[in-house]
């Protein structure tokens, strides 16, 4: 997880594989999730912009991008078993990008530990 870098809107990043979804603690304070809307290979994200939608037994919550670029990859299990983010939210990467440009508003992991301290 160290690797990661994160928004404050509990969304996460890896550059390591281009992947993007939302944190541990998103995923906790979501509660059980339901259902996931992702968008369609090819489309573009923007940084800072919501690509998606999270919905859980207590709300719907957006997804934000950290990052530009093309959807070059959907998490196809998460139609099916979108349980699958709560289990795991950092193995349950939502979507893979060709980023063309990252945000300037992320974080590293510890400072978005300190940020979500309890």
């Known amino acids: 997880m160290s690797k990661l870098k994160f928004l404050k809107s509990h969304e996460w990043y ?4 281009n992947t993007v ?14 259902f996931v809307e ?8 923007e ?3 919501a690509f998606g939608n999270v919905e859980s ?4 919550s ?6 530009s670029g093309v959807v070059t990859e959907v ?3 998460l139609q099916s078993a979108p349980e699958l983010i709560n289990q795991d939210a950092y193995a349950a990467w939502m979507i893979k990008v060709k ?3 990252v945000s300037e508003e992320l974080i590293s992991s510890a400072d978005y530990d300190e940020l979500t301290k309890r």
């Open 14 to 17: 890896s550059a390591e594989n």
């Open 21 to 34: 979804g939302i944190s541990d603690f998103a995923q906790h304070e979501l509660g059980d999730i339901v």
């Open 38 to 45: 992702l968008p369609e290979v090819g489309e573009n994200v």
């Open 47 to 49: 940084a800072g912009v």
């Open 57 to 60: 037994v207590k709300a719907v």
């Open 62 to 67: 957006e997804i934000y991008s950290p990052v």
């Open 75 to 77: 998490n196809e299990d």
């Open 99 to 101: 980023v063309s440009s």
